[in-house]
């Protein structure tokens, strides 16, 4: 059963951070011109409105929607068209991330690299305002952006350009301003006391404007079930519900209570709230509680996949764009996640598709049909036997416009041994010290995915044409700190090179930047 609703300090461990790199996709498009008509000949669809895959079709768009699909021979392409041959590839809708963060203009080609091409960010700034115009207007690649507004939240405000509402009273003018701002959602967060949140509720259906995000601390997820929030993100206010001693957050799941899944599954069914899991994210966070790591996963997914198998509202979504996960990339990691949960391919990638295009209004977006808006995916295989494949893509067609992509075998082979030189850059933090150390990369065959090992850590990566990757954000707690580590560079035929920023994101805030040489190692 699909889900019905509709929206309405000093620094030295410096040497053991660099060692957190993992590479992801940083993928090129080679054409993108507008285009009057586009015909994808004998390509197998995926149309996701159903669990299969329909061979040897012919997909015909015009101006920018699906105007023909079906047996390859009954389908001659418009005259002036643009061909492309399916060979036995794939054609899906694209990807829909519903939990992004953006806050760097350069984060839009790293979603249009992965296939994301729509995103729904969840804090509302002039920034994001600019980048929704650019981009509608055609003057900015990117993603289709849908926003909440700033987040309405208590006091100490966690985030700048935080609204505050402290009470009820306030609640009202708060929620007509994000209206008459054109937000399509309000946000609320972790800090609103009860009557606050119930001011907010109440403005909210007054205004006809859906509320999402957090569950407050203070208030109870059945509350919140019963208030009609639209949507629930990372399963907020759900692990203080399970949890044996209250907890909240990640630590709320290393003690669940199983035997309160159903109820609240039962309520969440109810009350036709949507949840944003986010397990990607969580999988991240929970590396620095080691000891609680494999209970909190195995938690979160059983509790994911009891709300599948009950039919309520899953959305995917990463929380990118925070310097935790990379912008793109990760939503292959949450689609992976929702696999390993026991969720069917399908239904994992419905969660971005065609279920998340339900919430967002848009019956148009996240399928193949004719009448549909194309944009699409062309991957190397059937994503409904391994969602992986979702990642290896071909081709895109965005808003009408042919985005051809590189081929696997421009991938270079890059597996081996390095010995990696490191050099200090731009720095603003005191007492700084870097080490070189040995980097193993793992390649199946010439693939575009791999892993990278440094130190006693391993990650997966993606690699783009020419070699050139882009990092995933690691955070861990490094002797009592916090430290975030991304980086971009380019392999060759001898070793590659690439450049780290280090963020120390407690004690004194600082960052660095270190200058990476890597030299493989010939083998003996």
Same mark, same amino acid.
């Given at each position: 059963?699909?889900?019905?609703?509709?929206?309405?300090?000093?620094?030295?461990?410096?040497?053991?951070?660099?060692?957190?790199?993992?590479?992801?996709?940083?993928?090129?498009?080679?054409?993108?011109?507008?285009?009057?008509?586009?015909?994808?000949?004998?390509?197998?669809?995926?149309?996701?409105?159903?669990?299969?895959?329909?061979?040897?079709?012919?997909?015909?768009?015009?101006?920018?929607?699906?105007?023909?699909?079906?047996?390859?021979?009954?389908?001659?392409?418009?005259?002036?068209?643009?061909?492309?041959?399916?060979?036995?590839?794939?054609?899906?809708?694209?990807?829909?991330?519903?939990?992004?963060?953006?806050?760097?203009?350069? =984060?839009? +080609? /790293?979603?249009? %690299? *992965?296939?994301?091409?729509? @995103?729904?960010?969840? &804090?509302?700034?002039?920034? !994001?305002?600019?980048?929704?115009?650019?981009?509608?207007?055609?003057?900015?690649?990117?993603?289709?952006?849908?926003?909440?507004?700033?987040?309405?939240?208590?006091?100490?405000?966690?985030?700048?350009?935080?609204?505050?509402?402290? =009470?009820? +009273? /306030?609640?009202? %003018? *708060?929620?007509?301003?994000? @209206?008459?701002?054109? &937000?399509?959602?309000?946000? !609320?967060?972790?800090?609103?006391?009860?009557?606050?949140?119930?001011?907010?509720?109440?403005?909210?259906?007054?205004?006809?404007?859906?509320?999402?995000?957090?569950?407050?601390?203070?208030?109870?997820?059945?509350?919140?079930?019963?208030?009609?929030?639209?949507?629930?993100?990372?399963?907020?206010?759900?692990?203080?519900?399970?949890?044996?001693?209250?907890?909240?957050?990640?630590?709320?799941?290393?003690?669940?209570?199983?035997?309160?899944?159903?109820?609240?599954?039962?309520?969440?069914?109810?009350?036709?709230?949507?949840?944003?899991?986010?397990?990607?994210?969580?999988?991240?966070?929970?590396?620095?509680?080691?000891?609680?790591?494999?209970?909190?996963?195995?938690?979160?997914?059983?509790?994911?996949?009891?709300?599948?198998?009950?039919?309520?509202?899953?959305?995917?979504?990463?929380?990118?764009?925070?310097?935790?996960?990379?912008?793109?990339?990760?939503?292959?990691?949450?689609?992976?996640?929702?696999?390993?949960?026991?969720?069917?391919?399908?239904?994992?990638?419905?969660?971005?598709?065609?279920?998340?295009?339900?919430?967002?209004?848009?019956?148009?977006?996240?399928?193949?049909?004719?009448?549909?808006?194309?944009?699409?995916?062309?991957?190397?295989?059937?994503?409904?036997?391994?969602?992986?494949?979702?990642?290896?893509?071909?081709?895109?067609?965005?808003?009408?416009?042919?985005?051809?992509?590189?081929?696997?075998?421009?991938?270079?082979?890059?597996?081996?041994?390095?010995?990696?030189?490191?050099?200090?850059?731009?720095?603003?933090?005191?007492?700084?010290?870097?080490?070189?150390?040995?980097?193993?990369?793992?390649?199946?065959?010439?693939?575009?995915?791999?892993?990278?090992?440094?130190?006693?850590?391993?990650?997966?990566?993606?690699?783009?044409?020419?070699?050139?990757?882009?990092?995933?954000?690691?955070?861990?707690?490094?002797?009592?700190?916090?430290?975030?580590?991304?980086?971009?560079?380019?392999?060759?035929?001898?070793?590659?090179?690439?450049?780290?920023?280090?963020?120390?994101?407690?004690?004194?805030?600082?960052?660095?930047?270190?200058?990476?040489?890597?030299?493989?190692?010939?083998?003996?």
């Amino acid at each position: 059963m699909r889900h019905p609703k509709q929206p309405r300090s000093p620094v030295p461990w410096a040497s053991c951070a660099v060692a957190l790199l993992s590479a992801s996709n940083a993928g090129n498009s080679d054409t993108a011109r507008p285009d009057s008509a586009i015909a994808i000949v004998d390509v197998n669809v995926v149309p996701m409105d159903r669990n299969a895959v329909l061979p040897h079709q012919t997909v015909v768009i015009v101006n920018g929607r699906i105007t023909f699909m079906g047996p390859a021979p009954h389908a001659p392409a418009p005259k002036g068209a643009i061909v492309v041959t399916g060979r036995g590839r794939f054609l899906m809708p694209g990807l829909i991330d519903m939990h992004v963060h953006l806050l760097r203009q350069a =984060d839009l +080609a /790293s979603y249009l %690299d *992965a296939g994301v091409l729509t @995103v729904r960010n969840m &804090w509302g700034t002039d920034g !994001v305002r600019r980048l929704q115009a650019d981009v509608a207007a055609g003057r900015l690649s990117g993603p289709t952006i849908v926003s909440a507004s700033p987040g309405l939240d208590g006091t100490p405000a966690q985030w700048p350009g935080t609204i505050e509402v402290l =009470d009820s +009273a /306030s609640a009202g %003018d *708060a929620v007509r301003r994000q @209206v008459a701002a054109g &937000w399509r959602y309000i946000k !609320v967060y972790t800090q609103l006391t009860p009557p606050a949140y119930r001011g907010i509720v109440v403005a909210a259906h007054a205004a006809h404007i859906p509320f999402v995000g957090h569950v407050p601390l203070r208030v109870d997820v059945r509350e919140a079930l019963a208030s009609g929030q639209l949507s629930i993100e990372h399963l907020t206010g759900y692990d203080r519900a399970i949890s044996r001693s209250s907890r909240s957050g990640t630590w709320g799941w290393s003690d669940a209570d199983t035997s309160r899944f159903p109820s609240l599954v039962a309520a969440t069914l109810a009350s036709r709230t949507w949840n944003c899991p986010t397990l990607a994210i969580y999988a991240r966070l929970a590396e620095q509680q080691p000891a609680d790591r494999a209970a909190i996963l195995a938690n979160r997914r059983r509790f994911v996949l009891a709300l599948s198998r009950a039919g309520a509202g899953l959305l995917l979504g990463t929380d990118a764009g925070i310097d935790v996960v990379a912008p793109g990339t990760s939503l292959h990691d949450e689609l992976a996640e929702f696999v390993a949960a026991g969720l069917t391919p399908y239904t994992a990638l419905r969660a971005g598709t065609i279920d998340a295009a339900n919430f967002l209004g848009r019956p148009d977006l996240g399928r193949v049909s004719v009448g549909a808006a194309a944009d699409l995916l062309l991957v190397a295989a059937n994503p409904l036997a391994d969602v992986s494949y979702a990642g290896q893509i071909e081709g895109t067609v965005m808003h009408g416009r042919w985005l051809a992509r590189t081929t696997r075998a421009q991938t270079p082979a890059i597996a081996g041994d390095y010995d990696t030189a490191v050099s200090l850059g731009e720095n603003s933090c005191p007492a700084v010290t870097v080490q070189p150390a040995l980097t193993t990369i793992t390649q199946r065959s010439r693939d575009s995915l791999f892993t990278l090992r440094h130190g006693p850590l391993t990650y997966r990566g993606r690699l783009a044409r020419g070699g050139k990757f882009a990092t995933d954000t690691q955070t861990v707690q490094i002797d009592g700190g916090t430290v975030a580590v991304s980086a971009g560079g380019t392999f060759t035929s001898g070793g590659f090179t690439a450049d780290a920023l280090v963020r120390v994101r407690s004690g004194a805030p600082c960052s660095y930047r270190v200058h990476w040489a890597g030299t493989r190692r010939q083998p003996q």
